[in-house]
């Protein structure tokens, strides 16, 4: 089976830079998305890594380093509107890859 | 503008009650997916679909009940036999799904299920 560990809440300030962990357990490996979810409305894709290393889509970034079954999303410059759930989901080894989801990190942003 | 469209937003069932939440997509996705989301938490997996007259189990699926004559058509059937399904149910779609590449899901807004 599959399983993600996220942290579940984070709390930030307005300009910073914050960094969301998820580390997962999966039999077979077919890539870590991150996807938000502001409260109560549809999940949006951010962010997919496929391979180790850093991928960078303006304020945000994603890693991920396979050999540590290790993955994080950084979000710069923080902004109000970044308030939201942040999931984590592998694609494993289901013949139709379906993804699993992390329970989610709650990411407060004050002023 | 194409997107994915769930209805109704909010939905109430009765005791013994069948009801049904419809999602429709005019993405020309082949994949489509079903999820239950409970408060603080992630995403669990009822049903998908690959392609049109094809659908699979997901992890929770004992309750529902899903078909897909159509490729753009996705409705979920919340049975009686589902004895705690206040949830909220996100319907969502990819291009195809078992594929290495990246496969993103769209989703909808949701569809809030309580029992009266």
């Known amino acids: 089976g599959q399983s993600l560990e996220q942290p579940s809440e984070v709390t930030a300030v307005e300009g910073a830079i914050v960094q969301i962990n998820c580390t997962y357990q999966?039999?077979?490996?077919?890539?870590l998305s991150w996807y938000q979810q502001h409260d109560g409305g549809a999940p949006t894709f951010l962010s997919y890594?496929?391979?180790?290393g850093l991928e960078e889509t303006g304020r945000f970034s994603s890693f991920l380093s396979r050999s540590d079954s290790y993955g994080y999303l950084l979000l710069q410059e923080l902004q109000m509107k970044d308030s939201a759930s942040y999931f984590c989901?592998?694609?494993?080894?289901?013949?139709?890859?379906?993804?699993?989801f992390g329970s989610g990190t709650q990411l407060t942003v004050l002023p | 503008d194409g997107g994915i469209t769930q209805s109704p937003k909010y939905l109430f069932r009765k005791e013994g009650q069948n009801v049904t939440l419809s999602c429709e997509q005019n993405?020309?996705?082949?994949?489509m997916y079903w999820y239950r989301q409970d408060p603080g938490q992630g995403l669990r997996l009822i049903y998908y679909?690959?392609?049109?007259?094809?659908?699979q189990k997901g992890d929770i699926a004992e309750g529902y009940s899903v078909s897909r004559e159509k490729k753009e058509s996705f409705p979920l059937t919340v049975t009686s036999a589902q004895k705690n399904p206040t949830a909220f149910y996100l319907c969502?779609?990819?291009?195809?799904?078992?594929?290495?590449?990246?496969?993103?899901?769209?989703f909808g807004d949701g569809t809030r299920l309580s029992i009266l």
């Open positions: 890594n496929g391979l180790d």
């Open positions: 969502a779609s990819s291009i195809k799904m078992a594929d290495i590449s990246n496969q993103p899901q769209h």
């Open positions: 679909s690959q392609i049109v007259n094809d659908f």
């Open positions: 989901a592998v694609r494993g080894a289901g013949s139709a890859r379906q993804l699993t």
């Open positions: 999966t039999s077979g490996f077919y890539g």
């Open positions: 993405l020309n996705h082949d994949a």
